[in-house]
C-alpha cells in the first residue's frame, strides 16, 4: 500500500491510496509502472490536469494547398473530398484556395498551390512552355448558361453592352465568347468584357444593373431565374458538349518527387466522385451547405449537372483532341494538338483500379 497526491484542475490536492500486490520476484521499476498507471486512470476519470503520463503524439499531416477557379459546382469532387473526410482519410491535410485562372498558373510553377482545378487554364501554360500535367478531367463538359437582364430578351439586343467573366482566357470566358459568336454577335467588336469575380458575384452585378451579361453556372443560373427572373440565351453544353472545365494539374516536378502525395490526392477525389454518383441526397446537401443554396435548388444543380461530369476522371484521346482544337480556336493557338502531351492518365488509371472503379 502507498500514498500519491493528485492535483485536481481546480488546484485542490487529494491523497489517494494505492494497493499493489507483488510477488517476491517483482521488481521496484514494475512497482512504480503500476502505480503511474493507476494514478493515471484515477486522475483522467477526476479530470486531473497535473498528472503527466506518457503519450504518443500523433503526427501531423502533410498539407496540400489545391486551387479552384470559382465558387461552383464544377470543383464539386474537392469540395465533397473536404466535406467527407476523403483527403484525411488518405492522409492529407488539404487547403482548398479560390484562385483566378489569370494567377493560378504562376501561383502552381512557384510551389504556393500544389495543384489546380482547371484544364483549359492548365492546357493554355502548358501551350506557352509551362511544366504541367492534367492528370484527371472530371467536369468533361462545360456548365455554364448564358443569362441577361430581363429587358434584354434577345442576343440583337446585346450591342455595346457588358458582359462579365472570372478572369480573361478561363473556361467561362471562352464559353460565353463562343455563345454570343452563336448568337450571331462579333463578342470581340460588341461586347465589353470586365472581371467581375466569381460567378456569384457576377449574379448580384446584373441584378444591380452594374453589367448586362453574365455566364454563370449551377446554382448561381437557378437563383437568376427563378429568383431575379433573369432570361437565359444559351446553354454551353447545347454548343460544345465535349469541351473540359475541371480536372487535377500539377507540376512535372511535383509528379515526380511527389508521386505519391499526388496519387493521394487523385484516390481522395476518385472516392468524391464515386460519393457524386452514386448518391444523388448526401451530394446535394455538400452542395447547399458549400454553396450556401437551398436543398432544392441544390438538388436540381446536381440533376442538371451530373451528365457533364466523368464517372472515372479519365476522357478519350478523340475528346481530347476535339477540345484542344475548339479551345486552339478560340484562343488563337496555332498549335493546339501539341498540348496532347499535357494529359497524362497513368495514375488515375491506377488509382480507379485499385478503387475497383471502371
Avoid at 494514478?39 to 503519450?55: M, N, S, T
Wanted: with cysteine; hydrophobic share 45%; net charge positive.
Amino acid at each position: 500500500m502507498s500514498e500519491v497526491t493528485v492535483e485536481l484542475g481546480s488546484g485542490e490536492k487529494i491523497p489517494i491510496i494505492v494497493f499493489t500486490r507483488l510477488t517476491s520476484g517483482d521488481l521496484a521499476a514494475r512497482k512504480s509502472m503500476r502505480v503511474e498507471a493507476i494514478i493515471f486512470c484515477i486522475g483522467f476519470v477526476l479530470g486531473v490536469v497535473a498528472v503527466k503520463p506518457i503519450l504518443v503524439r500523433a503526427q501531423s499531416l502533410p498539407k496540400v494547398v489545391i486551387g479552384y477557379p470559382a465558387r461552383s459546382i464544377a470543383s464539386i469532387q474537392l469540395f465533397i473530398a473536404q466535406e467527407k473526410g476523403f483527403f484525411r482519410e488518405e492522409g492529407l491535410e488539404a487547403q482548398l484556395n479560390q484562385v483566378r485562372a489569370d494567377a493560378a498558373i504562376a501561383a502552381v510553377l512557384t510551389g504556393e498551390l500544389f495543384a489546380y482545378d482547371s484544364v483549359g487554364t492548365s492546357v493554355r501554360a502548358f501551350q506557352k512552355g509551362a511544366p504541367i500535367k492534367i492528370l484527371a478531367v472530371n467536369l468533361q463538359s462545360p456548365l455554364f448558361w448564358l443569362v441577361t437582364r430581363p429587358e434584354l430578351k434577345s442576343f440583337s439586343e446585346l450591342k455595346g453592352k457588358v458582359m462579365a467573366t472570372t478572369s480573361f482566357g478561363g473556361v467561362q470566358h471562352l464559353a460565353g465568347l463562343r455563345m454570343l459568336r452563336r448568337g450571331g454577335l462579333n463578342p470581340e467588336e460588341e461586347i465589353t468584357v470586365i472581371l467581375a469575380g466569381d460567378t456569384a458575384t457576377q449574379l448580384q452585378s446584373i441584378v444591380n444593373g452594374a453589367i448586362h451579361i453574365a455566364v454563370l453556372s449551377p446554382p448561381t443560373v437557378i437563383l437568376a431565374r427563378d429568383k431575379f427572373k433573369l432570361n437565359v440565351l444559351a446553354n454551353a453544353l447545347d454548343e460544345f458538349p465535349s469541351f473540359f472545365q475541371s480536372g487535377l494539374a500539377v507540376t512535372d516536378k511535383s509528379l515526380s518527387s511527389q508521386k505519391d502525395l499526388v496519387k493521394r490526392i487523385l484516390r481522395a477525389r476518385a472516392k468524391a466522385n464515386r460519393f457524386f454518383f452514386e448518391t444523388e441526397s448526401d451530394a446535394s446537401e455538400v452542395l447547399a451547405k458549400v454553396l450556401k443554396v437551398d436543398l432544392p435548388v441544390a438538388r436540381e444543380s446536381y440533376r442538371i449537372s451530373r451528365n457533364a461530369f466523368s464517372t472515372s476522371g479519365i476522357v478519350s484521346q478523340k475528346q481530347i483532341e476535339e477540345f484542344l482544337k475548339m479551345d486552339g480556336e478560340l484562343a488563337k493557338i496555332p498549335d493546339p494538338l501539341r498540348a496532347t502531351a499535357a494529359f497524362d492518365f497513368s495514375l488515375q488509371h491506377e488509382v480507379n483500379n485499385e478503387l475497383g472503379m471502371k
